[in-house]
């Protein structure tokens, strides 16, 4: 069964912190570089964080050096660590795999909200 369910959001106040997790179907996490991605009112979704299935991780240049993505291949789980958030990192965060194709599964994802 195909699966992603993210958790972890929540209503935090701007310098704050939030852990969130995914935990994933095998289908989808084994074997494959996994990323956080989120989604803005009114805007595209975007790639924030990935992961390789061997740990190299990248980061988008909005989140990088506060936010930290890693992954348990134990339990097919991959964590978003954000810390010193501000308001405009308020979105819905989803994960899935780094290289999605049209029609891909996307779970519900975990809404963040961020107030000033």
């Known amino acids: 069964q195909v699966q992603l369910v993210e958790s972890g959001g929540g209503l935090v106040q701007a310098g704050g912190s939030l852990r969130l997790s995914c935990a994933a179907s095998?289908?989808?996490?084994?074997?494959?570089?996994m990323g956080w991605y989120r989604q803005a009112p009114g805007k595209q979704r975007e790639l924030v964080a990935t992961?390789?299935?061997?740990?190299?991780?990248n980061y988008a240049d909005s989140v990088k050096g506060r936010f930290t993505i890693f992954r348990d291949n134990a339990r097919n789980t991959v964590y978003l660590q954000m810390n010193s958030l501000k308001p405009e990192d308020t979105a819905v965060y989803y994960c899935?795999?780094?290289?999605?194709?049209?029609?891909?599964?996307w779970g519900q994802g975990t809404q963040v909200t961020v107030s000033s």
């Open positions: 992961v390789s299935n061997s740990g190299n991780r």
């Open positions: 095998g289908s989808i996490f084994v074997g494959n570089a």
């Open positions: 899935n795999k780094q290289f999605t194709m049209r029609g891909d599964y």
